[in-house]
């Protein structure tokens, strides 16, 4: 079954309704939970300062893509470091002393990023992730990979190993003298070790159309990936801020983990999306791949629990609290 998120006209206009336009400086408090419908430029003076402890960064990468009613065009190299000039050095101006900041690239535009982040960060690691998608190609390899930039803004920051290990199968399930298992256990699903955080993700999925998180958005991040960062990187109450907020991935999962959010993005569709999901959290906050307090590598086939709480899927699908929104709004 499909499970595309879409968007009915009425729910069109019931979300954009809850969407933020800045005209003038804000604070903190007004932007808690909010989703800002304009172009990065257009708020970038109206941010207030020191607010964010997790800025979550998915650019446009360098390449000629379509998202939504807007596109981006392919720079040259020296173009692309520009652009990257005109916004990331204004945008740090809303961080903490103690906040961490993720930037992710591509392999054509990661060095280009990581140059100019090293002049306004402290880069502590680069992650590279596998994306398990796309057909491959004919005349070169197939690109299988992302990079994400861990920087912080100084030498005082959050992490928290213990939050994000994985849980992976034992391929070989040594014991020791006494026959008992040597770090790992043996469940029902079959036998297990928790193994610490690295910066090689192979344990995600791209969202694709059987799954509920997923959308139209061309380069939408798997809300698996977003909740390692958020769980590593911020504590419970902290403030995410997701400058290319695009169908909401970001600001999903900080609702889902107990987080405060905020996200600017240009396209409304993608906004309005952005509050359905949201809307959709309020019944639902499984992260799929995460459960017990652990990630699960993928395809490992271990159970997670059962949920009672309905799913939202397609637009025509509507489970009982989305007509009782429709219909209020209607009122």
Known sequence: MNRTMT???DERELYAARL?????????ASLKNTTINQDLFAVLDYLPSQFVDLLFIDPPYNINKAFGG????????????????TWLPRLLTILK?????????????????????????????????????????????????????FCTISKEFHFNADAVRLKRRVIAPYKDADGKPKDWDSTADGDFRLTCPSNLWTDLTVPFWSMPENTDHPT?????????????????????FDPFLGSGTTSVVAKKLGRFYCGVEIDADYCCLAEKRLAAADFDSEIQGYSDGVFWERNTGASQPAKAKARVTRSGEMFPYLREELSNHAK
């Open 7 to 9: 968007l009915s006209s």
């Open 20 to 28: 933020v336009h800045l005209a003038r400086p804000a604070d903190a």
């Open 70 to 85: 807007t596109s981006f065009k392919e720079m040259t190299p020296a173009q692309y470091t520009a652009w990257l000039e």
């Open 97 to 149: 002393s103690t906040a961490s900041v993720y930037i992710c690239s591509d392999w054509r535009s990661s060095g280009l990023v990581q140059a100019v982040a090293e002049k306004h960060l402290i880069v502590q690691n680069r992650i590279t992730w596998e994306r398990d998608k796309g057909r491959g190609a004919k005349a070169n390899w197939k690109n299988c990979l992302e990079d994400i930039l």
């Open 220 to 240: 939408q991040k798997p809300e698996k990936l977003l909740a390692k960062i958020i769980l590593a990187s911020s504590r419970e109450g902290d403030f995410v």
